[in-house]
């Protein structure tokens, strides 16, 4: 009797599981329809961001917080330019046709940002140092909430690209960004740019930290080259007026100043930036020497040295063992200032005999700015005695080339 009784509570029991079930299924296709995927499938689950916060939304709070201490850099400049006195020549033959000097006034901009209380706006130096011997005659800066004030250039490191400039009247200045150290940066970490790209002001281009210690050549207006050292490589778009501005990670701290591209037309998403290491070191050098300093601390001659051919000895009359021949003087460098031309031939160096003209030059890179070279010179049949006193190596030298000598390189201009 009892097994009669237990049976037909089972079988009333799985029936009544089996609706409840059914009935669920569809209470939930109906009711959560909106949650699921295609096809009723599963919906998909983002997974949650660290700390609860994305990346997009540390980037949009970093900008936020640095932007307001990020300047624009405007000025007036003054400087010469050679005018074809012939159009026809110079369009046929390019620049080296007949010219005149004439003055020329032009505009350029750049960024900077709000380095420390004292009121230093840090930016690169080929922002405020024009080219070609120009002068800027009027320096403004731009600050985020339209506030324009003249300002002037305290310092400059032309070799690491590097300078501070100072509003000339006291103004209320936003906060100075904090720099980080740009040792313990990582490779795909995010990189963000903010800066004045073609004068439009506040742009914020984002990337990665793409590559560490890139030694790089730029060419200079001028027709030199600096070989910059240890250059932070980023995928930020950089254009013609991030130059100084900051590349800041996603806390907000700056890790380096936006300084150049690749000069190729195939090159996308390749920018290099001074490391905010570099930029520590040499602003507090900058703050305690003002001025502007070509940064390289390497005695500079200003000659352009070639070795002897027996073409070059009958060419100059000289006929001596050993000596390395002097091809071109810089003007106004401590070798014109010295006396020295064309055509001599430096015999010693500090009672040393030279006949390498490389040998010659890594001499003179040993010595420091103000130190006093004495050379044993012929020139034109005579013997003489010369004392030239050293002045800093600019940082972006012309390489001279000798024709007929490229066998042996370029000479040497120390």
Do not use: C
Not at 117 to 132: F, K, Q, R
Not at 159 to 183: H, T
């Amino acid at each position: 009797m009892v097994k009669n009784r237990v049976m037909p509570t089972v079988i009333v029991g799985l029936v009544g599981a089996v609706i409840g079930s059914f009935l669920m299924m569809l209470y939930a296709s109906t009711h959560f329809s909106n949650a699921a995927g295609p096809m009723h499938t599963p919906p998909a689950m983002a997974a949650a961001p660290l700390n609860g916060v994305s990346d997009q939304d540390r980037i949009v709070s970093a900008v936020k917080r640095t932007k307001a201490s990020v300047v624009a850099i405007q000025e007036e400049v003054n400087g010469q330019t050679v005018v074809p006195v012939d159009p026809f020549f110079q369009q046929f033959f390019g620049a080296q046709g007949p010219g005149m000097v004439q003055p020329y006034k032009g505009r350029a901009s750049g960024s900077g940002f709000v380095y420390d209380a004292s009121g230093d706006i840090v930016t690169n130096a080929h922002v405020v140092e024009p080219p070609n011997g120009g002068a800027v005659s009027k320096l403004t800066v731009v600050f985020a909430d339209g506030q324009k004030v003249p300002a002037h250039v305290v310092a400059a490191n032309i070799g690491a690209d590097i300078a501070i400039i100072r509003a000339n009247s006291n103004v209320k200045l936003p906060p100075p960004l904090q720099l980080a150290d740009s040792d313990k940066l990582e490779q795909g970490q995010w990189a963000i740019a903010i800066g004045e790209p073609l004068e439009l002001q506040q742009t914020v281009t984002v990337g990665v930290v793409s590559a560490f210690n890139r030694d790089e050549p730029i060419p200079t207006e001028s027709g030199g080259v600096i070989d910059f050292k240890g250059m932070l490589q980023t995928s930020a778009p950089i254009n013609p007026g991030n130059s100084g501005g900051p590349l800041i990670d996603i806390d907000g701290q700056v890790i380096g100043i936006n300084q150049s591209t690749v000069k190729s037309a195939y090159a996308q998403g390749i920018g290099f930036a001074i490391p905010s290491n570099t930029v520590k070191k040499v602003v507090a050098e900058l703050i305690k020497n003002p001025g502007v300093h070509q940064g390289t601390d390497i005695g500079f001659m200003g000659i352009v040295m070639t070795n002897l051919t027996p073409g070059l000895r009958n060419q100059i009359g000289y006929s001596g063992p050993g000596g390395v021949a002097v091809y071109q003087v810089v003007p106004n460098s401590p070798a014109d200032k010295a006396g020295l031309q064309p055509g001599d031939v430096i015999l010693k160096a500090d009672g040393k005999n030279f006949s390498d003209f490389k040998a010659l030059h890594d001499y003179i890179a040993t010595k420091k700015p103000g130190q006093i070279i004495r050379l044993d010179v012929w020139s034109q049949g005579l013997k003489k005695f010369v004392a030239v006193k050293l002045e800093e190596r600019p940082a972006a030298i012309p390489v001279g080339q000798v024709p007929g000598q490229q066998q042996q390189g370029p000479p040497g201009q120390p």
